[in-house]
């Protein structure tokens, strides 16, 4: 008697899952699900988009993080390669469509944690400094010109020790690398980045911490992600005592 074939429910085809295993582990790093939206916590090392050179990326995991819906979840914005931390993923077109709207129009609020060497003198304040792109032998990297385009970020110190400092920025816009060039235009480069002025040997101590979304009329989505290994130590002197990671508006 012949067995009726098995029905594949899945209508794309599955791209191939890296061998170490980083699709399900990615899957265990989800702060907030709802039918429309995914926010994960983003591990730093890992770029968002492939690159010449290959290696795991972000969009290669997508297939990992369906949880049961149909489509893959797609990418909402994007964080540097080395910042860990709050992503959001919209889950189907609707979902998209909805988190491209918040992001384009500014209305997502995002906090970023860095831990910076020079301390500022004051203990908060707003930077308004345009930014442009600027080719170099290299490559390119992110400057502050006067023919930029507009950017703006407020920030708060959370804590100070040794001539370094613990850092709330909360970009209002968004521009590429905005988080790393204001901090140095301040006199304060984020640890471990070098491409800005910071120090070398170490690992970027960038955290997108949390991300706020007034994505329905009755809720607003609130993720908090927490600070990667890398920079515990560092936080600790600066006088953070960590948590669980939280999420809310939800189910």
Known sequence: MNR?????????????????????ALAARVLYRDPMV???????????HGGPGGGPNLEDMLDGLRFGARD????????????????????G????????????????????????????EDD????????AKIAERSGWRMAVRLDGKPAATEW?????????AWVAFMPETGRTHQVRV????????????????????????????SLVL???????????????????DTLKMLGYSQPPATASGGG
């Open 93 to 120: 077109p609707k979902g998209l469509k909805r988190l491209g709207r918040l992001f384009r129009e500014g209305l997502a609020e995002k906090t970023y944690w860095a831990c910076v060497e020079g301390a500022p």
């Open 4 to 24: 009726p074939r098995a029905r594949r429910l899945d209508p794309e085809p599955r791209r191939a899952v890296q061998p170490n295993g980083e699709a399900e």
């Open 156 to 164: 708060r110190v959370l804590g100070r020790a040794r001539n370094r």
């Open 124 to 131: 908060s304040g707003r930077i308004e400094a345009p930014l």
């Open 182 to 209: 204001h901090a140095a235009a301040i006199g304060s480069p984020i640890l471990g980045d070098v491409a800005y002025g910071g120090q070398a040997g170490l690992p970027l101590h960038l955290l997108a911490r």
């Open 214 to 232: 007034p994505l329905y009329q009755s809720r607003t989505i609130k993720a908090e992600a927490p600070p990667p290994p890398h920079m515990a």
């Open 38 to 48: 995914l926010i994960i916590d983003k591990p730093a090392g890992l770029p968002v």
């Open 72 to 91: 893959r979840p797609g990418l909402a914005h994007r964080l540097d390669r080395d910042t860990a931390g709050c992503l959001a993923l919209g889950r």
